[in-house]
């Protein structure tokens, strides 16, 4: 299952840069090139045991899951949306450069007169060659039984309608069906909106990724947690 072509979409840096400039969004501009100079980000890393339930969640609209096609990009992805932000900017220049990867398994969730509205990558372990290549450390490579939920993407008008919920049971369920005892994720530890949906399906903290810039030079460091290590908003 490849992804679709992205042809027309600016996707190395330096394109993306001098993009970004065209569009006189100077902030975000200057905004990377501090974050390449001097910033600590961290991530946490989270699992979920597929092997436990997961009933299936409620929505509030109709839904289909199927694998992500040409025309779907400019809907979900466009940079000339209008009153695009900065961090909304970012995310889907991000997205792009993945779709370019042929890093293979995007899915779409599309409403039920197919409107895609929602997409995230299934990653498995056969993967890994591209993972290292694309991602250059910033994603641990997956073990026998892991399966990746990356790029996790929901257009801004759909994101009240419990769809990353019916989202992540149908890929625990093609998780299982292929073999996976384990989905891993990675949340931003400032993103609690996130950190909460994933704890209410079942995701636990399961290692730290300290990502470093230091004069345009970028070190990982992974640090693996306790059991049972709570949430960064649980003693709140």
């Known amino acids: 299952m490849g992804n679709p072509s992205a042809t027309n979409y600016e996707i ?50 109709s839904l289909t899951l199927r694998p992500i096609q040409g025309e779907d990009v400019p809907k979900l992805l466009s940079l000339e949306a209008p009153d695009l932000n900065n961090a909304e900017i970012l995310e889907r220049i991000n997205l792009l450069r993945i779709l370019k990867s042929d890093i293979h398994s995007c899915y779409v969730v599309a409403t039920d007169d197919g409107i895609p509205c929602s997409m995230a990558w299934l990653i498995l372990p056969a993967e890994n060659n591209k993972i290292r290549h694309f991602f250059k450390g910033k994603i641990l490579p997956l073990t026998p039984g892991e399966v990746l939920f990356e790029g996790v993407f929901t257009l801004e008008k759909y994101r009240k309608f419990g769809i990353q919920h019916w989202r992540r049971w149908q890929f625990f369920e093609k998780g299982v069906q292929l073999g996976a005892k384990w ?31 230091r004069f345009f030079w970028r070190t990982f460091t992974f640090t693996k947690l306790p059991p049972q290590t709570p949430f960064p908003f649980d003693n709140v």
């Not at 704890?199 to 290692?207: A, F, L």
């Open 183 to 213: 989905a891993v994720t990675y949340i931003h530890n400032s993103n609690i909106p996130s950190l909460k949906s994933v704890k209410r399906d079942g995701y636990e903290p399961y290692m730290v990724r300290k990502e470093k810039w």
């Open 12 to 61: 190395s840096w330096v394109k993306i840069l001098i993009s970004i400039l065209m569009r006189r969004r100077f902030p975000l501009f200057f905004a990377e090139i501090r974050k390449r100079l001097y910033s600590d980000i961290v991530y946490y890393i989270l699992r979920r045991d597929l092997t436990l339930p997961f009933p299936q969640p409620k929505t509030n609209i």
